[in-house]
C-alpha cells in the first residue's frame, strides 16, 4: 500500500518531491506548540494546480488524509497530522502572479513568505497587513485562517483584506472565486454570494487555496509612532476606546510590561514597582507633515482628555528593540521568536484572540492569575482590529520543551509543556465567558469552544464540511468536530 | 564511544531552537528596501523541509536525541547535503544562532561514530588525507609542484610569515598559489612557504571526521613552530577559518576543544594584508578598466566577521577593489552577510556534486545579471565551484581571485 501511494505521488510530482522516508517525515511531525507530535505518511511537493488536483483524486481514491502546509508557523498544532496522510508541502508554489498597483490587489500563490511580499511590494511603495510573525511564513495561509497584522487597527484583519482566491476542492475540481471568476481582474469577493466563506477561517479542512488575492496599501511618506503607557488594563482599554474613535493610527496595540520585555521573562518575574503596567504604540501616517501635525495634536488632545478623566494614561518610552520590532515588519525580532522563545526554550503558544473591547480588563485579571499560578509572565496584547468593534487579546506563553527530569527545565521538577497546556486551557475557558474566539485554534481548545457552541452552527458547519469533503480526507480533526 | 555523547553536550542549545523557519530565506527589514532572497542551498536543491536551514538540523538533533529518530540513509543524506554556510545563521535570533554550524557538524560526527557517515567520498578523502595529507587523492611529494624552481630557491628558511597555501591552492587553483607567491613577491613581504604542509582540516572537521582533523591540526601547529614563523598568511578562506578559528577558538565558534594543539599564532588572509598596505600607501595600482563584483566565501564572512568583524571580513575585500583605479565595481544583491553560497563547502563538492554546481550556477546568474564581467573572490573552493559553472553555463564572465588581477596592475 505505502508503495503504492508514493510511487502514484512520484509519479504525479516527479521522483524527487515525494517522500515517505522517515528522516524526511520528521520535521513535520511537530511545530513550536504542545501538540502531540505525529508522524505523516507522505509529504510531497506539487508544483501546479493539476499536481494538486491528481494529489486530491487519489487521496479521495484511498481515502488518504491530506494536510496543506507551508511553513507550519500557526502556533495550533494545525499542520501535524491528526492522522497521518500526506503532508502536502506547498512552499514550491510561490510566485507573485500579479502586483497591480493601479487597483491595489495582488495574487499570490501559497509559498510565497511575507518576507517575499514585503520586498516586492516595498519597491512599488505598498505595503499589506504584515503579523508580527516570521517573515519565511505564508502570505496566503495566514490570511485565509484570519490572520492579522500591522494595518489591522484600520483596515480589518487579513482574511477582511482578501479579494479573490482560486480553489481546488477536496475532490479535485478547481473554482475561482470573486472578480476573478468572471475576469481576469483579482479586486473584489462582493457583490457575489460569499463563496470565499468555505475557504476562510477552515483550518485547510475544505480544499487547497492555490492562488489569493489581497488588498494592498500605499506606504505613506510620513510615519510616527507615538507611545502611552497606563498603570493598569482598566486605563489601557479606556485609552484604545478613546483613540478608535478616530480611526487615524493604524495600528493600536498595546502589551503588559511582561510582553515588551525581549525576552520574555520566563519562568515568571515581578513587575519593577515604578514600571507601568501597559504599553501602547500608536502608528500614525500622513501624506503631508501639516496633516501628521494634527494628528498629532490630536493624539495629544485625546491623552489630556482621557488624563482629565482620571486615567493614568501618559506618553511614555517604548522599550527599543520591541518597538522595532513591532513597527519594523516584517520582523526578524518577533518573527524568529526571539522575543517570545529566548527564554522558553523552543516551545511558543498562546490563548486568544478575538475579544470584545469591553471586556479586556476582566479577562486581563483572570489570564494574569492564571499564568502567574503556572508560573507564566502575563506577557498579554490588546490590538485594536477595525476601529475596536473587536480586538486581539493574546498571552504568549513560552515554555521549555526538554523532558520531564532534564536538569536545566526553566520550571524545575514539573512537566513543563503540560503546564503550558493546562495554563493555555485554563485561559480559554475564562475568556469564552467573555465573549473571546480563539484563533487558529490547536484542537485542544475546540473542545472547549464546542461545549459552547449554538447546536445549529455545529450542525451547519458539519454539513457543509461533508458537503465539500465526502470522505474526509482534507486535514482532519482540526475543527473539533471533523 | 557513548551514542551521541558529542550531541548530548549541546542539548541546551538545540533546543533554543523554536522550529520558526526563518533560517529558510534571507530577509532584513530596511528603511527603503527590504532584502529577500534564496539563503539555503540543500533546502533551495531538495526542497523538503528536512533539508532546509538549521531547523532541519535541530530536528533532527531533537529527534535523535529524543529517540524518535533512527540513523537511516535519507537522515544522513539529509544531515551531509549541507554545505555550512550559515546563511540560516545569519537569519537565527534565538540562542541556537551561533551554536548552529557546530551542532551540524557535531550531527555528522554522530553519524561517523555511529558507522553509517560520512558520505562515501569524503570517506575516501578522509582516509587519503592519513596517507598523503591532502583530501585530493594527490601525492604529497607534489605539494610544492606549482612553484617554479627559480621563486622556490628566492624563498628564505624561515621568515615573519608562513604562506599556508592549503590543499586546493597547492593541487587544484595553482593559479591562486602562484598569483599570491608573486604578488608577495613583489610587494616584499617576508614569507615562506613549506613543503611539509599538510591538509588544514577543515574538510574533515565539516564532515565528522574528527580525528583526523586532530592529527593534520596537530602537524601544523608544529610546523608552524619548526618554519619559525610569527605568523600566517593564507589566501584560502577555509584555511584561514580553520587555522585561526577551529584551531585556537573555544566553541561555538572554534574547535579548541577537539583539536587541542595550543596554537596561537596570528592569522591574516592575504587580502587583510593587501588592504593593510594599500591604506598605507605603500601599493601602487595601475588600471583595470572592467566591470567587476565580488563574492563572499562564508568561511572568511558569516563565519569570521562575528570573531574578526566586518571590516576584515566583508569590507577589506571590496576596499581593495574599490582602491584599483578605472574599476567598475557592482555589487550582487546577496553579498556580504547575506552572499549566497558557491556551493562547494562543508563536504558538499565531493558528496553532492550535482547539487554543489546547482548552487553555482545560481551564483553566476545572479553575477551576470548585474553585469558583470569578472567574478572575483578570495577562497580557492569558491573559485573552483564557480568556475565550473561559469564553463557548465557557457557564460563569458571570467573567474578571478582578486590576488590573480592585482599581479597583473600592482606596479
Ligand atoms: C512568533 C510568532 C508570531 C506570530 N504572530 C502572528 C501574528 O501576529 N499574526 C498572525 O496572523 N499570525 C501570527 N503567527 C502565526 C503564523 O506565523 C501565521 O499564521 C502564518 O502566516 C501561517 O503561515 P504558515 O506558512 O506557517 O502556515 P501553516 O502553518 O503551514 O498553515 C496554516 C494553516 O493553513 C492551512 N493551509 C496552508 N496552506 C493552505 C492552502 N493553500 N489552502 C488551504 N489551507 C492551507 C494549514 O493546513 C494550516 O491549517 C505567529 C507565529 C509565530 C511563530
Same mark, same amino acid.
Given at each position: 500500500?505505502?508503495?503504492?501511494?508514493?510511487?502514484?505521488?512520484?509519479?504525479?510530482?516527479?521522483?524527487?518531491?515525494?517522500?515517505?522516508?522517515?528522516?524526511?517525515?520528521?520535521?513535520?511531525?511537530?511545530?513550536?506548540?504542545?501538540?502531540?507530535?505525529?508522524?505523516?505518511?507522505?509529504?510531497?511537493?506539487?508544483?501546479?494546480?493539476?499536481?494538486?488536483?491528481?494529489?486530491?483524486?487519489?487521496?479521495?481514491?484511498?481515502?488518504?488524509?491530506?494536510?496543506?502546509?507551508?511553513?507550519?508557523?500557526?502556533?495550533?498544532?494545525?499542520?501535524?497530522?491528526?492522522?497521518?496522510?500526506?503532508?502536502?508541502?506547498?512552499?514550491?508554489?510561490?510566485?507573485?502572479?500579479?502586483?497591480?498597483?493601479?487597483?491595489?490587489?495582488?495574487?499570490?500563490?501559497?509559498?510565497?513568505?511575507?518576507?517575499?511580499?514585503?520586498?516586492?511590494?516595498?519597491?512599488?511603495?505598498?505595503?499589506?497587513?504584515?503579523? &508580527?510573525?516570521?517573515?519565511?511564513?505564508?502570505?496566503?495561509?495566514?490570511?485565509?485562517?484570519?490572520?492579522?497584522?500591522?494595518?489591522?487597527?484600520?483596515?480589518?484583519?487579513?482574511?477582511?483584506?482578501?479579494?479573490?482566491?482560486?480553489?481546488?476542492?477536496?475532490?479535485?475540481?478547481?473554482?475561482?472565486?470573486?472578480?476573478?471568476?468572471?475576469? @481576469?481582474?483579482?479586486?473584489?469577493?462582493?457583490?457575489?454570494?460569499?463563496?470565499?466563506?468555505?475557504?476562510?477561517?477552515?483550518?485547510?479542512?475544505?480544499?487547497?487555496?492555490?492562488?489569493?488575492?489581497?488588498?494592498?496599501?500605499?506606504?505613506?511618506?510620513?510615519?510616527?509612532?507615538?507611545?502611552?503607557?497606563?498603570?493598569?488594563?482598566?486605563?489601557?482599554?479606556?485609552?484604545?476606546?478613546?483613540?478608535?474613535?478616530?480611526? &487615524?493610527?493604524?495600528?493600536?496595540?498595546?502589551?503588559?510590561?511582561?510582553?515588551?520585555?525581549?525576552?520574555?521573562?520566563?519562568?515568571?518575574?515581578?513587575?519593577?514597582?515604578?514600571?507601568?503596567?501597559?504599553?501602547?504604540? +500608536?502608528?500614525?501616517?500622513?501624506?503631508?507633515?501639516?496633516?501628521? @501635525?494634527?494628528?498629532?495634536?490630536?493624539?495629544?488632545?485625546?491623552?489630556?482628555?482621557?488624563?482629565?478623566?482620571?486615567?493614568?494614561?501618559?506618553?511614555?518610552?517604548?522599550?527599543?528593540?520591541?518597538?522595532?520590532?513591532?513597527?519594523?515588519?516584517?520582523?526578524?525580532?518577533?518573527?524568529?521568536?526571539?522575543?517570545?522563545?529566548?527564554?522558553?526554550?523552543?516551545?511558543?503558544?498562546?490563548?486568544?484572540?478575538?475579544?470584545?473591547?469591553?471586556?479586556?480588563?476582566?479577562?486581563?485579571?483572570?489570564?494574569?492569575?492564571?499564568?502567574?499560578?503556572?508560573?507564566?509572565?502575563?506577557?498579554?496584547?490588546?490590538?485594536?482590529?477595525?476601529?475596536?468593534?473587536?480586538?486581539?487579546?493574546?498571552?504568549?506563553?513560552?515554555?521549555?520543551?526538554?523532558?520531564?527530569?532534564?536538569?536545566?527545565?526553566?520550571?524545575?521538577?514539573?512537566?513543563?509543556?503540560?503546564?503550558?497546556?493546562?495554563?493555555?486551557?485554563?485561559?480559554?475557558?475564562?475568556?469564552?465567558?467573555?465573549?473571546?474566539?480563539?484563533?487558529?485554534?490547536?484542537?485542544?481548545?475546540?473542545?472547549?469552544? +464546542?461545549?459552547?457552541?449554538?447546536?445549529?452552527?455545529?450542525?451547519?458547519?458539519?454539513?457543509?464540511?461533508?458537503?465539500?469533503?465526502?470522505?474526509?480526507?482534507?486535514?482532519?480533526?482540526?475543527?473539533?468536530?471533523? | 564511544?557513548?551514542?551521541?555523547?558529542?550531541?548530548?553536550?549541546?542539548?541546551?542549545?538545540?533546543?533554543?531552537?523554536?522550529?520558526?523557519?526563518?533560517?529558510?530565506?534571507?530577509?532584513?527589514?530596511?528603511?527603503?528596501?527590504?532584502?529577500?532572497?534564496?539563503?539555503?542551498?540543500?533546502?533551495?536543491?531538495?526542497?523538503? @523541509?528536512?533539508?532546509?536551514?538549521?531547523?532541519?538540523?535541530?530536528?533532527?538533533?531533537?529527534?535523535?536525541?529524543?529517540?524518535?529518530?533512527?540513523?537511516?540513509?535519507?537522515?544522513?543524506?539529509?544531515?551531509?547535503?549541507?554545505?555550512?554556510?550559515?546563511?540560516?545563521?545569519?537569519?537565527?535570533?534565538?540562542?541556537?544562532?551561533?551554536?548552529?554550524?557546530?551542532?551540524?557538524?557535531?550531527?555528522?560526527?554522530?553519524?561517523?561514530?555511529?558507522?553509517?557517515?560520512?558520505?562515501?567520498?569524503?570517506?575516501?578523502?578522509?582516509?587519503?588525507?592519513?596517507?598523503?595529507?591532502?583530501?585530493?587523492?594527490?601525492?604529497?611529494?607534489?605539494?610544492?609542484?606549482?612553484?617554479?624552481?627559480?621563486?622556490?630557491?628566492?624563498?628564505?628558511?624561515?621568515?615573519?610569515?608562513?604562506?599556508?597555501?592549503?590543499?586546493?591552492?597547492?593541487?587544484?587553483?595553482? +593559479?591562486?598559489?602562484?598569483?599570491?607567491?608573486?604578488?608577495?613577491?613583489?610587494?616584499?613581504? @617576508?614569507?615562506?612557504?613549506?613543503?611539509?604542509?599538510?591538509?588544514?582540516?577543515?574538510?574533515?572537521?565539516?564532515?565528522?571526521?574528527?580525528?583526523?582533523?586532530?592529527?593534520?591540526?596537530?602537524? +601544523?601547529?608544529?610546523? &608552524?613552530?619548526?618554519?619559525?614563523?610569527?605568523?600566517?598568511?593564507?589566501?584560502?578562506?577555509?584555511?584561514?577559518?580553520?587555522?585561526?578559528?577551529?584551531?585556537?577558538?573555544?566553541?561555538?565558534?572554534?574547535?579548541?576543544?577537539?583539536?587541542?594543539?595550543?596554537?596561537?599564532?596570528?592569522?591574516?588572509?592575504?587580502?587583510?594584508?593587501?588592504?593593510?598596505?594599500?591604506?598605507?600607501?605603500?601599493?601602487?595600482?595601475?588600471?583595470?578598466?572592467?566591470?567587476?563584483?565580488?563574492?563572499?566565501?562564508?568561511?572568511?564572512?558569516?563565519?569570521?566577521?562575528?570573531?574578526?568583524?566586518?571590516?576584515?571580513?566583508?569590507?577589506?575585500?571590496?576596499?581593495?577593489?574599490?582602491?584599483?583605479?578605472?574599476?567598475?565595481?557592482?555589487?550582487?544583491?546577496?553579498?556580504?552577510?547575506?552572499?549566497?553560497?558557491?556551493?562547494?563547502?562543508?563536504?558538499?563538492?565531493?558528496?553532492?556534486?550535482?547539487?554543489?554546481?546547482?548552487?553555482?550556477?545560481?551564483?553566476?546568474?545572479?553575477?551576470?545579471?548585474?553585469?558583470?564581467?569578472?567574478?572575483?573572490?578570495?577562497?580557492?573552493?569558491?573559485?573552483?565551484?564557480?568556475?565550473?559553472?561559469?564553463?557548465?553555463?557557457?557564460?563569458?564572465?571570467?573567474?578571478?581571485?582578486?590576488?590573480?588581477?592585482?599581479?597583473?596592475?600592482?606596479?
Amino acid at each position: 500500500m505505502g508503495d503504492k501511494i508514493l510511487r502514484i505521488l512520484k509519479e504525479i510530482v516527479g521522483d524527487e518531491y515525494a517522500s515517505a522516508d522517515e528522516a524526511v517525515l520528521y520535521p513535520y511531525s511537530f511545530d513550536l506548540t504542545w501538540a502531540k507530535p505525529r508522524m505523516p505518511d507522505y509529504v510531497v511537493l506539487p508544483n501546479t494546480v493539476e499536481d494538486i488536483q491528481r494529489i486530491l483524486r487519489l487521496a479521495n481514491r484511498e481515502r488518504i488524509p491530506v494536510v496543506p502546509y507551508v511553513s507550519g508557523t500557526n502556533i495550533g498544532g494545525l499542520c501535524i497530522p491528526e492522522n497521518g496522510g500526506i503532508i502536502m508541502d506547498l512552499k514550491r508554489m510561490n510566485k507573485i502572479i500579479e502586483i497591480n498597483t493601479e487597483t491595489g490587489y495582488v495574487v499570490v500563490e501559497p509559498g510565497v513568505t511575507h518576507a517575499q511580499l514585503s520586498a516586492a511590494l516595498k519597491k512599488e511603495g505598498f505595503t499589506f497587513s504584515w503579523p &508580527v510573525g516570521p517573515p519565511a511564513a505564508s502570505v496566503l495561509a495566514c490570511a485565509i485562517n484570519c490572520g492579522i497584522g500591522h494595518l489591522a487597527s484600520k483596515f480589518g484583519i487579513n482574511a477582511e483584506n482578501i479579494s479573490s482566491m482560486e480553489v481546488v476542492l477536496p475532490t479535485g475540481e478547481v473554482a475561482k472565486i470573486g472578480s476573478c471568476a468572471f475576469s @481576469d481582474s483579482w479586486h473584489s469577493l462582493w457583490p457575489l454570494p460569499q463563496l470565499a466563506g468555505l475557504f476562510i477561517g477552515w483550518l485547510g479542512t475544505t480544499g487547497i487555496v492555490t492562488k489569493l488575492g489581497v488588498w494592498i496599501y500605499d506606504i505613506p511618506p510620513f510615519i510616527k509612532v507615538e507611545t502611552v503607557a497606563t498603570d493598569n488594563v482598566e486605563d489601557m482599554a479606556r485609552w484604545q476606546r478613546a483613540i478608535r474613535r478616530t480611526y &487615524v493610527p493604524l495600528d493600536v496595540t498595546a502589551v503588559s510590561w511582561w510582553l515588551a520585555q525581549v525576552p520574555i521573562p520566563h519562568p515568571y518575574v515581578e513587575k519593577p514597582k515604578d514600571a507601568p503596567e501597559w504599553y501602547c504604540f +500608536n502608528v500614525l501616517t500622513a501624506w503631508t507633515e501639516k496633516q501628521m @501635525d494634527a494628528y498629532v495634536d490630536l493624539f495629544n488632545k485625546i491623552v489630556k482628555e482621557e488624563q482629565q478623566r482620571g486615567s493614568s494614561v501618559r506618553p511614555y518610552p517604548y522599550p527599543e528593540e520591541a518597538l522595532k520590532g513591532r513597527t519594523q515588519l516584517p520582523s526578524r525580532i518577533v518573527g524568529t521568536t526571539k522575543n517570545y522563545c529566548g527564554s522558553g526554550v523552543a516551545g511558543l503558544s498562546w490563548p486568544g484572540t478575538f475579544t470584545p473591547a469591553s471586556n479586556w480588563p476582566p479577562l486581563y485579571h483572570e489570564w494574569k492569575t492564571i499564568l502567574i499560578k503556572h508560573h507564566f509572565s502575563p506577557a498579554v496584547r490588546l490590538t485594536n482590529f477595525q476601529g475596536a468593534h473587536y480586538g486581539m487579546m493574546r498571552a504568549f506563553v513560552p515554555f521549555d520543551k526538554r523532558k520531564v527530569g532534564d536538569p536545566n527545565l526553566r520550571i524545575k521538577g514539573i512537566d513543563n509543556q503540560e503546564n503550558a497546556r493546562q495554563a493555555l486551557l485554563e485561559c480559554v475557558e475564562a475568556g469564552v465567558k467573555y465573549g473571546m474566539i480563539p484563533y487558529k485554534p490547536p484542537v485542544d481548545f475546540w473542545s472547549i469552544l +464546542n461545549r459552547k457552541a449554538d447546536p445549529g452552527f455545529i450542525s451547519l458547519l458539519t454539513k457543509v464540511k461533508d458537503m465539500l469533503d465526502p470522505n474526509g480526507i482534507m486535514n482532519p480533526g482540526k475543527l473539533g468536530v471533523r | 564511544m557513548a551514542r551521541l555523547s558529542e550531541l548530548e553536550k549541546l542539548r541546551n542549545v538545540i533546543y533554543t531552537c523554536t522550529h520558526c523557519g526563518n533560517c529558510k530565506y534571507f530577509y532584513n527589514w530596511g528603511e527603503k528596501e527590504n532584502l529577500f532572497g534564496r539563503n539555503c542551498p540543500s533546502g533551495n536543491y531538495f526542497y523538503f @523541509d528536512s533539508y532546509y536551514g538549521s531547523r532541519a538540523r535541530s530536528a533532527a538533533a531533537k529527534g535523535l536525541l529524543e529517540g524518535k529518530l533512527e540513523w537511516s540513509e535519507p537522515l544522513v543524506q539529509a544531515l551531509f547535503a549541507c554545505t555550512t554556510c550559515a546563511a540560516c545563521a545569519q537569519q537565527c535570533e534565538v540562542d541556537f544562532k551561533d551554536w548552529i554550524i557546530r551542532t551540524m557538524e557535531t550531527l555528522r560526527r554522530e553519524a561517523v561514530k555511529a558507522g553509517v557517515g560520512p558520505i562515501a567520498r569524503q570517506k575516501a578523502f578522509g582516509e587519503w588525507t592519513l596517507k598523503e595529507h591532502n583530501p585530493y587523492m594527490e601525492k604529497h611529494v607534489d605539494r610544492l609542484a606549482w612553484l617554479p624552481k627559480d621563486i622556490r630557491q628566492k624563498l628564505p628558511e624561515t621568515a615573519e610569515y608562513l604562506y599556508f597555501v592549503g590543499c586546493t591552492s597547492s593541487y587544484r587553483q595553482k +593559479n591562486i598559489a602562484l598569483a599570491t607567491t608573486k604578488l608577495l613577491l613583489k610587494l616584499g613581504v @617576508d614569507f615562506t612557504i613549506s613543503d611539509d604542509e599538510w591538509c588544514c582540516g577543515s574538510p574533515h572537521l565539516r564532515t565528522g571526521q574528527w580525528d583526523i582533523a586532530q592529527e593534520v591540526a596537530r602537524h +601544523n601547529a608544529e610546523l &608552524v613552530d619548526r618554519v619559525g614563523a610569527k605568523k600566517v598568511i593564507t589566501t584560502c578562506a577555509g584555511c584561514y577559518r580553520t587555522l585561526l578559528a577551529d584551531y585556537q577558538q573555544e566553541p561555538p565558534h572554534g574547535y579548541s576543544d577537539i583539536l587541542n594543539v595550543g596554537f596561537n599564532k596570528p592569522v591574516i588572509h592575504t587580502i587583510q594584508l593587501i588592504e593593510e598596505l594599500i591604506r598605507k600607501g605603500k601599493i601602487e595600482l595601475g588600471e583595470y578598466p572592467k566591470k567587476v563584483t565580488y563574492h563572499d566565501p562564508c568561511h572568511l564572512g558569516r563565519h569570521m566577521a562575528p570573531i574578526q568583524g566586518r571590516e576584515a571580513c566583508y569590507e577589506a575585500p571590496r576596499n581593495v577593489l574599490k582602491s584599483i583605479p578605472k574599476i567598475e565595481f557592482v555589487e550582487m544583491e546577496r553579498s556580504r552577510e547575506w552572499a549566497w553560497c558557491c556551493g562547494s563547502g562543508g563536504g558538499v563538492k565531493s558528496g553532492f556534486p550535482e547539487m554543489a554546481i546547482q548552487t553555482a550556477v545560481e551564483r553566476i546568474k545572479e553575477a551576470e545579471s548585474i553585469g558583470a564581467e569578472v567574478l572575483t573572490s578570495v577562497c580557492p573552493f569558491c573559485w573552483r565551484n564557480l568556475d565550473d559553472a561559469i564553463k557548465m553555463t557557457g557564460s563569458n564572465m571570467k573567474m578571478l581571485d582578486i590576488t590573480e588581477i592585482l599581479l597583473e596592475i600592482v606596479k
